[in-house]
């Protein structure tokens, strides 16, 4: 029964989810007005807000304009609910299961808000940012680069500093730990900064925006500095693997070939109506931040046990 509550839970807190989704990047509040047709902006009936299963009752479409409804939303509550499935069974009944279901579904509002419509919000980032730390007072992460570290501060520093010092007034593992989260936070968003300004350098354009170094702190804050820097690597790596093969595929399908031809006849850009099309596909705007946030969940979820069966 327990799996079976966590789905259900997931799933209706998976629907809140949605609408952060599509309220949040249009500056919207959450709260009101209550759920409505995003076309004919007909109320919904509780009945027709049924999570998952009022999609396929009503077939996909509005019962009112009769307009296709978007499965994103189905979509968006299962996974949900099966990610709340997923930590239970990871973490059980415990504070940790807490933090990790709040950082996933901050995680899936971002992943889904940069697949749509290329943007990851500041009032999602900086909220996650601010319960980050506050779950670092009460669940430090499992970082051992942060642990490495704060045990050379404390070797460092006279141990009654932590005791007396105004920003070290909570007990002596509660203070190390959030400071293992602001070290995370530090460290995940200034790496991609620092990564964002040589590719702008190097290639005179912007290769990411400011909203994926936002990202990194809240993920930073929540994985210390070990999982902000595994985050960045498979994240970027994911990525790349996708970006490569979308811009490949997208020139052997020929992709922008009358847009390209006709810029090629009128001398509208250098070279060939191959090249322009090559140039077009390159540079089409990947979600990093939506690569980012699949890279945490790895990190969280699916790496520990991979380390696991690989080395025990």
Request: charge should be positive; hydrophobic fraction near 55%; proline fraction near 6%.
């Amino acid at each position: 029964m327990i799996p079976l509550f966590f789905f259900l839970f997931g799933i209706v807190i998976g629907s809140f989810l949605n609408v952060c989704i599509t309220r949040i990047p249009e500056g919207l509040s959450i709260i009101r007005p209550a759920s409505r047709c995003p076309r004919c902006q007909a109320p919904i009936k509780p009945y027709d807000n049924i999570p998952v299963l009022s999609w396929f009752l009503l077939r996909g479409k509005c019962r009112h304009c009769a307009l296709p409804i978007s499965p994103l939303y189905p979509i968006i509550e299962f996974v949900t609910g099966a990610f709340f499935v997923l930590t239970w069974y990871s973490f059980g009944i415990t504070l940790p299961t807490f933090k990790w279901l709040f950082f996933g579904c901050l995680l899936i509002v971002l992943i889904a808000t940069d697949l749509r419509v290329r943007l990851l919000p500041d009032a999602v980032t900086f909220f996650g940012l601010g319960v980050g730390l506050a779950f670092a007072t009460r669940v430090p992460a499992n970082d051992p680069a942060g642990q490495m570290l704060l045990a050379r501060l404390q070797r460092a520093l006279p141990l009654t500093y932590f005791h007396t010092h105004p920003a070290a007034r909570l007990p002596l593992n509660m203070s190390l730990s959030v400071l293992d989260a602001l070290l995370g936070a530090a460290f995940g968003s200034l790496l991609l900064f620092a990564a964002a300004t040589l590719y702008k350098l190097v290639r005179h354009r912007d290769g990411m925006g400011m909203g994926d170094v936002k990202m990194m702190a809240m993920i930073g804050a929540f994985l210390g500095i070990t999982g902000a820097f595994l985050t960045i690597l498979f994240g970027t790596l994911l990525g790349s693997i996708v970006g490569i093969s979308t811009v490949l595929a997208l020139y052997s399908s020929g992709w922008k070939r009358s847009l390209a031809t006709r810029a090629a006849r009128r001398g509208l850009a250098h070279g060939n109506a191959n090249s322009i099309r090559l140039a077009i596909a390159s540079r089409y705007q990947f979600p990093l931040g939506s690569f980012l946030g699949l890279a945490a969940l790895f990190v969280v979820y699916a790496l520990p046990r991979l380390l696991h069966h690989l080395f025990l």
